[in-house]
Structure formats: C-alpha cells, structure tokens
C-alpha cells in the first residue's frame, strides 16, 4: 500500500477522534491516535511479513547454504547520517549445481564460513530466503509495533487517573 493511503486513513481517523474526544483531549487523542496507527501498521505489515514467511518454509524446499563473502560498507542516509550497510554473498548447493546469490543491505551478522539454513524456490533455485536476514527484521518490526500501540493506552490512563484525584482533591477542598 502507497504513502496516500495511509495518510487518508489516518486523516479520517484523526477527524473522528477529534470528534468523539472533544476540544479537552484533542491533543492528546492526536498524539495518541498516531502512535497507536503506527503501532497498530507495524504490527499488521509484521504479521504479513510472518505468513508470507511460513509460506515459503511450506512451499520452498530447504538447505545449508556457506556464507562466502561479507562486504561491509557505509552510505548515507536522507538525513546526512552515515549508516552501516552489508551484503552477504551466500554459496549453495541444489541437485549437485552450485548456486551464489548476494543478499543485499543483510540483516545477517556472521562471519565468512559460517553455516546458515536457507530456503529456495524448487522451479527456480536462484530465488532464495535466508531466515537469519527474515526473522532478525521482524524481531524488531513486531514487538516495537505492540509496544507503540501500547504507550497511548497506558498515558491515557495515566492521565485519567490524575484527572479523578485532581477532581477527588477539589471536592474535599
């Protein structure tokens, strides 16, 4: 999905909480609305990521692959910053012919000679999915997602309880 969808939705979103929650929580409720929206994205796009993950564990067929090159190099980023990049050259071995692929910008922090499991597709074993460089992103991707839509509910009531001891205070004054 495009970048205009989810401002679309997240405009009209925002229009109801405004709506619903009044002028006296409408900046929190903003707030919130977002992080929680994308909390809630990264979370979905996670789950996504994991279906399609076990798909191809069903589908593609599995072997060892050796990790024959790590090229580690810096780029910058859109803000000027300098990043670290790396691309893993994998070797492999399918029904005696021996493929090499290149997993680009790799999520995969082994050294050259290291073993790692990797799937390949049986029509065409060029195409692969290494596990190490699926399941390092979305050990990231889906617990920050639930901890993102986490943090709006816990500050709302937060602020609901100061709310009734403020207004608890003012009576027994």
């Given at each position: 999905?495009?970048?205009?969808?989810?401002?679309?939705?997240?405009?009209?979103?925002?229009?109801?909480?405004?709506?619903?929650?009044?002028?006296?929580?409408?900046?929190?409720?903003?707030?919130?609305?977002?992080?929680w929206?994308?909390?809630?994205?990264?979370?979905?796009?996670?789950?996504?990521?994991?279906?399609?993950?076990?798909?191809?564990?069903?589908?593609?067929?599995?072997?060892?692959?050796?990790?024959?090159?790590?090229?580690?190099?810096?780029?910058?980023?859109?803000?000027?910053?300098?990043?670290?990049?790396?691309?893993?050259?994998?070797?492999?071995?399918?029904?005696?012919?021996?493929?090499?692929?290149?997993?680009?910008?790799?999520?995969?922090?082994?050294?050259?000679?290291?073993?790692?499991?990797?799937?390949?597709?049986?029509?065409?074993?060029?195409?692969?999915?290494?596990?190490?460089?699926?399941?390092?992103?979305l050990?990231?991707?889906?617990?920050?997602?639930?901890?993102?839509?986490?943090?709006?509910?816990?500050?709302?009531?937060?602020?609901?309880?100061?709310?009734?001891?403020?207004?608890?205070?003012?009576?027994?004054?």
């Amino acid at each position: 999905m495009n970048i205009y969808f989810y401002a679309i939705i997240i405009a009209v979103f925002l229009y109801f909480v405004i709506k619903i929650g009044g002028e006296k929580w409408r900046g929190f409720l903003i707030f919130a609305s977002i992080f929680w929206f994308i909390g809630l994205t990264m979370v979905i796009g996670g789950c996504r990521k994991w279906m399609d993950y076990k798909e191809v564990q069903r589908t593609y067929s599995q072997t060892t692959a050796q990790i024959t090159d790590v090229r580690e190099y810096e780029v910058l980023d859109n803000d000027g910053n300098i990043c670290d990049e790396r691309d893993v050259s994998l070797s492999y071995v399918v029904n005696g012919q021996t493929y090499e692929t290149i997993i680009k910008k790799a999520n995969i922090y082994h050294s050259v000679g290291y073993e790692t499991d990797i799937y390949y597709s049986p029509e065409n074993p060029e195409v692969i999915v290494s596990p190490d460089h699926v399941e390092s992103k979305l050990s990231f991707i889906i617990p920050t997602g639930v901890i993102l839509c986490i943090i709006p509910f816990l500050l709302e009531l937060a602020g609901r309880i100061l709310l009734k001891r403020q207004k608890h205070s003012e009576i027994i004054e």
